[in-house]
């Protein structure tokens, strides 16, 4: 389906962290007006008074795009050129959950028109969007795949709290069923996607090709953490051996960390579903995924030791947490890998407080700990601290805070070992 661009009645389907700066940029292209779907009235609500809650888009470029927010199921029926961007995540036993993309996929199929393309965006494991949602649509729509409609792929690439790689400056992988649909998918992301598209050669490539990045990501951070916990018991600091072998030209340096968020800890095992699906078992992706399921329990492990090396009581012993989003300067503490850690400090009897500049009181408070607002302001001492991410406001400390909120001898593990040149050497110190 070779459409004009001058016809494309362009909806977005799922006003989240991808679906939203994706209708925003495409509001301000020739194809404008664009049609933002969301179940969420809430949200619906929200946006037509310019406020993004998730803070990916800035109230001025809210304004000024020409965008149509609807809850209204049947307003798809004006678009020709609808994308999905819901997310996918994993459930309790790591399978993926396609509920969000399914119950997408009907609402769309019961609103489609004869002629349509519809392009995913969510992360998926292969065969996904041709195998499991064309037929919901079809069954929807009464309409047939490949024939009545067609079907696009190109998976996100955003990255929430990222400024520098929009989705005007990142190049984007674009695929179809057929080589028309494609080029028509072509211009219509190319209004966008300044940086380049990539046409893969088919859908299960596309979705494949997605799904291997947080994948390889992942593997060369568990990586990074397991030499740390074999070099930590050598005496030697991780990040100097990852410097010194990253002066060949074919090393990547990686440092070792919480692996949380909404994407990697949750990619692989899209892959490995499938894989053990088809009867292969794989061990590298889930020897990875073990690591780096098991470092924020390390973490732990390591407080209850550094407070009995320091003849500190476990049970009732002050913890502070610094930083509880699941990366540096962004707001985003869905799926944050620290909440692991202090429930692991609590079953011991730790009393925890948690302090974040990026999150509200109420928003701290649901990790189940006490919320520290103000630093200097603060009356309590703390027997352990944990720095878990460098928001830029910590970058700004001056170290000898943590000496003065903590009880006599200071301990902070300091998770990514940013102050390790400039902690004073009265602190108890340790890093990944």
């Not at 990253?246 to 990619?267: F, H, R, S």
């Not at 095992?269 to 470092?295: C, D, Q, W």
């Amino acid at each position: 389906m070779n459409k004009d661009i001058k016809n494309i009645k362009l909806a977005v389907v799922g006003l989240g962290y991808v679906g939203l700066p994706l209708a925003v940029a495409f509001g301000e292209t020739k194809i404008a007006p664009v049609l933002g779907f969301d179940i969420s009235k809430k949200r619906i609500k929200e946006l037509k008074k310019n406020f993004d809650r998730t803070e990916e888009v800035e109230k001025e470029d809210l304004r000024k795009s020409k965008l149509k927010y609807t809850f209204n199921p049947k307003d798809l029926k004006w678009a020709n050129f609808i994308i999905v961007a819901t997310p996918t995540p994993i459930d309790k036993f790591k399978r993926p959950d396609l509920s969000y993309i399914k119950s997408a996929s009907k609402i769309v199929g019961e609103n489609l028109n004869p002629g349509s393309i519809i392009v995913f965006e969510s992360t998926v494991y292969p065969g996904v969007s041709e195998e499991v949602v064309a037929p919901i649509i079809e069954k929807s729509s009464g309409l047939k795949s490949g024939i009545d409609f067609k079907l696009g792929y190109s998976p996100e690439r955003l990255n929430p709290g990222d400024k520098k790689h929009t989705v005007d400056k990142i190049v984007k992988i674009i695929s179809a069923q057929d080589k028309e649909t494609l080029d028509t998918i072509e211009k219509v992301y190319g209004l966008i996607c300044k940086a380049g598209l990539y046409r893969a050669p088919n859908i299960k490539t596309a979705e494949a090709g997605k799904v291997i990045e947080n994948i390889q990501r992942d593997l060369n951070i568990a990586l990074a953490n397991e030499l740390s916990l074999i070099f930590s018991k050598m005496g030697l600091d991780v990040r100097e051996v990852m410097k010194a072998a990253a002066t060949k030209w074919n090393i990547q340096y990686y440092e070792p960390g919480l692996v949380g968020g909404g994407c990697i800890p949750k990619d692989p095992y899209l892959l490995t579903y499938k894989a053990r699906k088809l009867g292969h078992y794989p061990m590298i992706i889930l020897s990875g995924r073990k690591v780096n399921e098991f470092m924020p329990y390390y973490v732990a492990n390591l407080i209850f030791q550094v407070l009995k090396e320091a003849k500190k009581k476990i049970k009732n012993s002050r913890i502070l947490v610094m930083g509880l989003t699941f990366k540096a300067n962004c707001k985003d503490y869905r799926n944050s890998r620290i909440e692991k850690t202090i429930k692991k400090l609590k079953s011991r009897g730790c009393k925890v407080f948690g302090f974040d500049p990026l999150l509200k009181k109420e928003e701290i408070e649901t990790f189940g700990i006490k919320s520290i607002l103000n630093l200097n302001k603060n009356r309590e001492k703390f027997d352990a601290i944990i720095l878990s991410v460098i928001h830029n406001q910590f970058k700004n400390l001056n170290p000898k805070i943590f000496e003065k909120i903590s009880t006599l001898p200071p301990i902070l593990i300091d998770i990514k070992g940013y102050f390790k040149n400039s902690k004073g050497d009265n602190i108890i110190y340790n890093s990944l």
